[in-house]
């Protein structure tokens, strides 16, 4: 464990509200995180940050409170390659989660199976300095590849200001493309910024790549309740409907110095999605075509 993480951190609202949004019946949120328990699923030696447990049960009991029926559970930073908590967030959920996993560029296809029976459908590349030491991009792109077989997604973090440098490993990543956090845009260019044009137009370069129209709390310049994030995304989730997936980033990693309210998150739906059609799409349609496509 690094120098920097002594001391284990809490980044989760203790007591989130009610939304006033009432999700659609079946509602998925397809990017949240589990930590630990630490006793059992210990965090990798090369975490960035070393939060306090926030396991299943916890997240099963925030879901009901916020209305929604199914979660993805996005393999965190601080576990590293070790998928055994997330594994087990997906097994104790009665078939009410899938994953998104991150996996050693040295797997082997057998090990590739056995998460796709635990429940992964797909694979995260993290290229944010701050929470990773190193991230081989030729590698990846074979990973990417392996991966097709068993039909999954990719999924890409990255920021804006890497945006064009991104450009010729996203190409080389066949398949569909999920950015996380539409790649972090500076929400407070508007939606006709630079930054939202620049990632419209790798929106408009392939229609195989999706996004998460996600962390309001991350991205607004303004706090909560996060207005130049509604205005810059709405017309996002508008214009590439089909493309999108929602998640409420729960317990929030390293948000412990501004630790965003779940229920307002929630209340954000409907702002950037404000007709049922919409809404349908971003928390049914499009994560079940991703995660659950036996259903589809």
Same mark, same amino acid.
């Given at each position: 464990?690094?120098?920097?993480?002594?001391?284990?951190? $809490?980044?989760? =609202?203790?007591?989130?509200?009610?939304?006033?949004?009432?999700?659609?019946?079946?509602?998925?949120?397809?990017?949240?995180?589990?930590?630990?328990?630490?006793?059992?699923?210990?965090?990798?030696?090369?975490?960035?940050?070393?939060? +306090?447990?926030?396991?299943?049960?916890?997240?099963?009991?925030?879901?009901?409170?916020?209305?929604?029926?199914?979660?993805?559970?996005?393999?965190?930073?601080?576990?590293?390659?070790?998928?055994?908590?997330?594994? *087990?967030?997906?097994?104790?959920?009665?078939?009410?989660?899938?994953?998104?996993?991150?996996?050693?560029?040295?797997?082997?296809?057998?090990?590739?199976?056995?998460?796709?029976?635990?429940?992964?459908?797909?694979?995260?590349?993290?290229?944010? /300095?701050?929470?990773?030491?190193?991230?081989? /991009?030729?590698?990846?792109?074979?990973?990417? /590849?392996?991966?097709?077989?068993?039909? @999954?997604?990719?999924? $890409?973090?990255?920021?804006?200001?890497?945006?064009? +440098?991104?450009?010729?490993?996203?190409?080389?990543?066949?398949?569909?493309?999920?950015?996380?956090?539409?790649?972090?845009?500076?929400?407070?260019?508007?939606?006709?910024?630079?930054?939202?044009?620049?990632?419209?137009?790798?929106?408009?370069?392939? +229609?195989?790549? @999706?996004?998460?129209?996600?962390?309001?709390?991350?991205?607004?310049?303004?706090?909560?309740?996060?207005?130049?994030?509604?205005?810059?995304?709405?017309?996002?989730?508008?214009?590439?409907?089909?493309? $999108?997936?929602?998640?409420?980033?729960?317990? =929030?990693?390293?948000?412990?110095? *501004?630790?965003?309210?779940?229920? =307002? &998150?929630?209340?954000?739906?409907?702002?950037?999605?404000?007709?049922?059609?919409?809404?349908?799409?971003?928390? &049914?349609? *499009?994560?079940?075509?991703?995660?659950?496509? +036996?259903?589809?």
């Amino acid at each position: 464990m690094s120098a920097d993480t002594d001391t284990r951190i $809490v980044s989760w =609202h203790s007591n989130p509200s009610k939304p006033t949004y009432v999700p659609p019946a079946g509602a998925i949120d397809a990017h949240c995180h589990v930590f630990g328990p630490m006793a059992q699923f210990p965090f990798s030696a090369k975490a960035k940050y070393l939060p +306090e447990d926030a396991g299943p049960d916890m997240l099963f009991a925030l879901r009901g409170k916020l209305g929604f029926a199914r979660n993805v559970i996005v393999q965190a930073s601080c576990h590293g390659t070790d998928n055994a908590a997330t594994l *087990n967030g997906i097994a104790v959920s009665n078939g009410t989660c899938r994953g998104v996993a991150v996996v050693d560029p040295a797997i082997t296809d057998a090990q590739l199976e056995a998460l796709h029976e635990g429940g992964m459908r797909g694979v995260r590349f993290n290229f944010l /300095k701050r929470l990773v030491d190193d991230a081989p /991009k030729d590698k990846f792109i074979e990973i990417a /590849k392996r991966i097709q077989g068993l039909d @999954w997604h990719t999924v $890409v973090y990255f920021e804006a200001d890497i945006l064009e +440098e991104m450009k010729p490993f996203l190409d080389a990543v066949p398949g569909t493309i999920v950015i996380d956090h539409m790649g972090r845009p500076d929400m407070s260019q508007g939606p006709d910024g630079p930054e939202i044009k620049a990632f419209r137009a790798l929106l408009d370069s392939r +229609e195989s790549i @999706w996004f998460k129209p996600t962390c309001p709390d991350r991205l607004s310049s303004q706090g909560d309740p996060w207005n130049d994030f509604a205005a810059a995304v709405a017309p996002l989730v508008a214009d590439y409907s089909d493309r $999108v997936i929602w998640g409420t980033d729960w317990p =929030h990693p390293n948000m412990q110095d *501004n630790i965003p309210d779940d229920g =307002h &998150i929630v209340d954000m739906i409907p702002r950037i999605a404000p007709t049922e059609a919409l809404q349908h799409k971003l928390l &049914i349609a *499009n994560p079940t075509r991703l995660y659950w496509p +036996e259903e589809v």
